[in-house]
C-alpha cells in the first residue's frame, strides 16, 4: 500500500502518539488505488503486502478494482475480493486496513492473521473516535447459501492488534463492530447491493488509539467455494446527534420523537423564556448541545433552537421547538364558542357554523384564512401546511392533518 495521498488531517506516523482525533478512514469508497485493476487500494493492503513465511506463496492478489458504484452512490469504483484456491487450499478474499500475516499453510492456523503494525506507517489506522454504528454497501455471491461474508472493525489501544486471535481478548480493544451476510445473489454474474447497518459494541477496556478493519468474503478461513465474491462500497460510520428528550420550564415536549425536528409547545411568558429553562437528554454521552432563543417579527412567539454536535465534530440535528403565547394549546369549552368548527382533525375543508368573520391563525399570531360565515360555510385549507392553527378571538383549535 503506497501512501500516495493523505486525506485526514491530521495523521500522524502509526509508531508516534496521534496528533489530532481522527474519526473516519480514508478512502472508504475505495476511490483511490496505487496503479490498476489489481493494485492495492490506497490506504488498504492485501496478500501483495503480505508478511510471514508464506507471504511469497500467499502473495498473488484476490482482488480487483471494478467500474461502477452502490445504488445512489456517486464513485467510480468499487471493491470485490474473491476466493482462490493455492495448491489444493481455498484462499479467501482478505482486505485490511493492517497487515496480513501468512504464518502457515493451514488456513485454519493461529499464525495466520491480520494485524496493525505500527512501526509500519503503512499497515496501520490512528483512529480515535468512538462511533455509534458502521454502515457498508456489499453485494455478495457464494455457491453455499450457508457461506457469509463478513467486514469487522476494530477499535484498538496501542498495541500490534492481531485478529482473530485478540478478539476474545476485552483488554485488548474498546469497541468491535461485526458485519456479516449470507449471499446477496446467486447468480455470480450479477449484482445484488444491500446496505449493511451495526452497531459498535464497546465492551473492551482498551482506549482509542487505532482501527483494524478486516474485510472477507468468508468469515471461516478454508470454507466456502472458489470464486466465491464479495463487493465493497461506501463504508461510513456514523455518530449520534439525536435528542431522546426535551423539557421546557420542566415540562417534558408531548409526543417527542427523536427523528422529529420541529415543536410547538405553549408558555406563559415568552419575554422571560431563557436557554436556562430547556433541559434534554441527548442519546450518547459525547454529543454536544448549544441552545438559543430566536426573536420572531411577533411578540407572541419565539423559536428556540437546539443544535446537537456529534463526537466527529461534523455531524448535527437541528431541533427547533416554537414556544407560544398568542393562543392556548387547550380547546375551550363549547359554550365559550362564537363557532363551531369540524371537522377536526382535517386536511381538506373544514366546516365553520357561525355568524360573521372567521379569522384563523397560525401558532406565531399570523393571519392564514379570513372569510365571512353566515351559518355553515366551507372553508378550504388544503394549502395551509401541517400542524395547529387557531380561530383568532375564539380561543378554538383546529389541526390540520
Not at 492456523?109 to 503494525?117: A, E, I, L, P, V
Not at 434534554?280 to 454529543?287: G, K, L, N, P, Q
Not at 420572531?296 to 416554537?322: F, N, P, R
Not at 368573520?357 to 385549507?381: F, L
Request: glycine share 8%.
Amino acid at each position: 500500500m503506497k501512501l500516495t495521498s493523505i486525506l485526514l488531517i491530521g495523521i500522524a506516523l502509526c509508531g508516534s502518539a496521534v496528533a489530532q482525533n481522527i474519526y473516519h478512514l480514508p478512502n472508504p469508497g475505495f476511490e483511490q488505488w496505487d496503479g490498476g485493476d489489481e493494485s492495492e487500494p490506497t490506504h488498504w493492503n492485501t496478500f501483495s503486502s503480505s508478511d510471514g513465511t508464506y507471504a511469497s506463496l500467499a502473495s498473488a492478489n484476490h482482488h480487483y478494482r471494478v467500474n461502477g458504484h452502490r445504488p445512489g452512490g456517486e464513485g467510480s469504483y468499487f471493491l470485490t475480493i474473491y476466493t482462490k484456491s493455492i495448491v489444493g487450499v481455498k484462499a479467501n478474499g482478505n482486505m485490511t486496513t493492517g497487515r496480513i500475516h501468512a504464518g502457515a499453510m493451514s488456513a485454519t492456523s493461529s499464525d495466520n492473521y491480520n494485524y496493525t503494525q505500527r512501526s509500519n506507517s503503512e499497515h496501520c489506522q490512528p483512529f480515535t473516535g468512538t462511533p455509534d454504528s458502521m454502515y457498508v454497501w456489499i453485494s455478495y455471491y457464494a455457491a453455499s447459501a450457508s457461506s457469509q461474508a463478513q467486514i469487522t472493525a476494530i477499535i484498538h489501544g496501542d498495541s500490534d492488534y492481531k485478529s482473530p486471535n485478540d478478539d476474545g481478548s476485552p483488554s485488548k480493544y474498546k469497541g468491535i463492530a461485526i458485519a456479516r451476510t449470507v449471499r446477496t445473489t446467486s447468480s455470480s454474474s450479477q449484482l445484488q447491493w444491500k446496505q449493511m447497518q451495526v452497531p459498535f459494541r464497546y465492551v473492551g477496556s482498551s482506549e482509542a488509539r487505532y482501527m483494524l478493519l478486516n474485510i472477507t468474503n468468508n468469515y471461516l478461513a478454508g470454507q466456502g467455494d472458489a470464486n466465491d465474491a464479495l463487493s465493497v462500497d461506501d463504508i461510513e460510520f456514523i455518530y449520534s446527534a439525536w435528542l431522546t428528550n426535551i423539557k421546557v420550564k420542566g415540562t417534558s415536549i408531548e409526543g417527542f420523537n427523536k427523528s422529529r425536528l420541529n415543536y410547538t409547545v405553549h408558555v406563559d411568558d415568552i419575554n422571560t423564556l431563557s436557554p436556562s429553562d430547556i433541559a434534554y437528554s441527548t442519546e450518547v454521552d459525547d454529543a454536544t448541545v448549544e441552545v438559543e432563543i430566536m426573536p420572531l417579527d411577533c411578540d407572541t412567539a419565539v423559536d428556540v433552537v437546539l443544535t446537537v454536535t456529534a463526537e466527529d465534530g461534523t455531524t448535527q440535528k437541528h431541533y427547533k421547538v416554537l414556544a407560544t403565547t398568542g393562543y392556548p394549546v387547550a380547546v375551550e369549552a363549547a359554550e365559550e364558542r362564537t363557532f363551531k368548527v369540524y371537522p377536526n382533525p382535517a386536511s381538506e375543508t373544514v366546516t365553520v357554523e357561525g355568524e360573521g368573520e372567521i379569522e384563523i391563525v397560525d401558532i406565531a399570531g399570523r393571519t392564514v384564512v379570513r372569510s365571512e360565515c353566515h351559518g355553515a360555510t366551507q372553508i378550504d385549507i388544503s394549502q395551509l401546511p401541517k400542524g395547529v392553527y387557531y380561530v383568532k378571538n375564539n380561543k378554538a383549535k383546529i389541526v390540520k392533518k
